[in-house]
């Protein structure tokens, strides 16, 4: 079956440090990639998202780039801030059947110190 | 919109008890999923609905879950007799398939303590 594999948490930065956070994934087909986060008490939100090969999500100086050679999604940030510290979660979507199956990675906290 | 709505935000309940958890998905989706989160084991998906149709509970723990969608504005999630290893942060979550747009939108979440 599908599966995301991620890197392991946490992961502690400095404020304006560069930030990587890895994720590959298997899938039988052409799955859709996201990246969600969360913050503190609350529920997984949308930061990005790529439906096809090459594309590049990109949301609030975060990005990621849809590498199907190396099944591959991995997020960056340039500069973190305070405030990016949260929980961040890669998934995939792949239809089968006629629906759908979301496969969430196990999550990676990232804490910024000022 | 006014997002996923879930409720209660917090439960807590004695072992054995019966728990119900309730959520009201985003006007227009078809798909509802309810996951549960825990440190140990993360994000899992429990199972999901698709136009009120459960499509899939291979993820529901044991028969003590059970899941119902008797209308496209609400979902239940019980749990009977709920035990302290339930407890964790259950989440609901609705998407629509017909946009294209397969991002699911999140509520905030029920914490339940089962003690």
């Known amino acids: 079956g599908d599966s995301v594999t991620q890197m392991e948490g946490p992961v502690t930065l400095s404020e304006e440090a560069f930030l990587t956070i890895n994720c590959t994934y298997t899938?039988?087909?052409?799955?859709?990639l996201f990246w969600y986060v969360q913050y503190p008490g609350e529920g997984l939100q949308l930061l990005l998202k790529?439906?096809?090969?090459?594309d590049k999500g990109s949301n609030k100086g975060f990005e990621a780039t849809y590498r199907k050679e190396t099944t591959s999604f991995h997020l960056e940030k340039g500069s973190v801030q305070v405030s990016d510290s949260a929980v961040y979660f890669c998934?995939?979507?792949?239809?089968?059947?006629?629906?759908?199956?979301?496969?969430f990675g196990r999550g990676t906290s990232l804490i910024v110190h000022p | 919109d006014a997002g996923v709505i879930q409720s209660p935000r917090h439960e807590v309940t004695e072992m054995g008890q019966e728990v119900t958890l309730r959520c009201k998905p985003i006007?227009?989706?078809?798909?509802l999923f309810w996951y549960r989160q825990t440190m140990m084991r993360g994000l899992e998906l429990l199972i999901y609905?698709?136009?009120?149709?459960?499509?899939?509970d291979s993820g529901m723990p044991e028969d003590r879950f059970s899941a119902k969608m008797p209308n496209a504005s609400f979902s239940t999630l019980k749990i009977q007799p709920s035990e302290p290893r339930d407890s964790a942060v259950y989440f609901c979550?609705?998407?629509?398939?017909?946009?294209?747009?397969?991002?699911?939108?999140f509520g905030p979440g029920t914490r339940l303590t089962v003690l």
């Open positions: 979550a609705s998407s629509s398939g017909l946009a294209g747009g397969d991002t699911q939108y």
């Open positions: 899938a039988t087909g052409y799955p859709s």
């Open positions: 790529a439906t096809k090969a090459d």
């Open positions: 998934a995939l979507t792949e239809r089968s059947g006629g629906s759908y199956i979301p496969t």
């Open positions: 006007s227009g989706h078809d798909y």
């Open positions: 609905f698709n136009n009120n149709v459960p499509i899939d």
